[in-house]
């Protein structure tokens, strides 16, 4: 049998490692926010003519919007962000670049107040902290019959936060190298992962309950690596088949969801990770097995 919890310390360590990279690039880099977590305007609109981007993003640097973001669609059309617009000054707007540009269309156009937006932020934290404490709370109730009960959930909740930490720093890293901003669609995501890892994590924590019942050793930690190894197949089966799906999405839909796809697919790699390996060896150590950090 494979012997996983001896190799506890370098597992956890490389844990460690990928989270303090990612917690820097999230202090130093930071997050772009989208126009639902800041204040603003977007529209998207298409030109009869052929127009750069380069050029577009000047001549609105030249109409007085120096921090517009611009990015190009796959249909070939414009998505524009831009501090929040009146009605006339959107009709403005499109007039002046209707004069440089030629005939325009507008495809889509929406702006986002600054109360809103605080609402929003405050909104999407709340409903990640409300799912982590509900799921911390749901598996001691179900692990109540075991010594102990609350340190399952509370390395599953180590665990969760983990994958959220890599999906953040992820995020801050690809907003500075490609512009990606985190939107509705980012936290819809992040919600899917928390329930998506848990689930594995309960699987793991449900195998150690069954074996430590039947007493397969005194020892907790041969319980866990065993339940570990049993587990392990399933766990990384489940989640080859939900990245098939991630990818298939990334493919065909395109950039409508690639927030989305992208949060998926990197969570469920941190996710299967955490789950089998970060949580189960966290409660080893928690119960009294050290770090292992001699072997």
Not at 256 to 278: D, H, K, P, W
Request: proline share 2%; charged share 15%; net charge neutral.
């Amino acid at each position: 049998m494979i012997d996983i919890v001896s190799k506890r310390f370098w597992l956890l360590s490389l844990s460690g490692v990928v989270l303090v990279i990612c917690i820097v690039a999230a202090v130093v880099l930071g997050l772009k926010p989208a126009v639902e977590f800041k204040s603003g305007s977007m529209m998207t609109v298409s030109f009869a003519q052929p127009v750069e981007q380069a050029q577009l993003k000047q001549e609105l640097a030249n109409l007085g919007h120096a921090n517009a973001l611009v990015q190009r669609t796959e249909g070939g059309s414009f998505l524009i962000r831009v501090r929040e617009l009146s009605g006339d000054e959107k009709v403005q707007l499109e007039k002046d670049l209707a004069d440089k540009f030629g005939q325009i269309t507008e495809n889509q156009f929406f702006s986002v107040s600054p109360l809103i937006a605080t609402e929003t932020v405050q909104n999407a934290g709340i409903a990640v902290a409300a799912s982590l404490v509900g799921m911390l709370l749901y598996i001691a109730w179900a692990f109540r019959r075991i010594s102990k009960p609350f340190r399952y959930g509370i390395c599953a909740i180590i665990a969760l936060l983990h994958d959220v930490v890599i999906i953040v720093g992820v995020f801050a890293i690809l907003g500075t190298i490609l512009g990606w901003e985190i939107d509705l669609l980012f936290v819809t995501g992040v919600l899917a992962i928390v329930g998506y890892a848990i689930n594995n994590a309960i699987v793991v924590f449900d195998r150690i309950r069954e074996n430590a019942r039947r007493g397969i050793s005194s020892d907790f930690s041969v319980v866990v690596n065993s339940s570990m190894v049993q587990t392990l197949t399933r766990s990384l089966n489940t989640s080859i088949t939900t990245i098939f799906a991630v990818l298939a999405l990334m493919l065909f839909v395109g950039s409508s969801l690639q927030n989305l796809t992208m949060v998926l697919l990197v969570g469920i790699v941190a996710g299967t990770f955490s789950s089998v390996f970060v949580a189960p060896l966290l409660l080893v150590v928690w119960e009294g097995a050290g770090w292992g950090w001699k072997r």
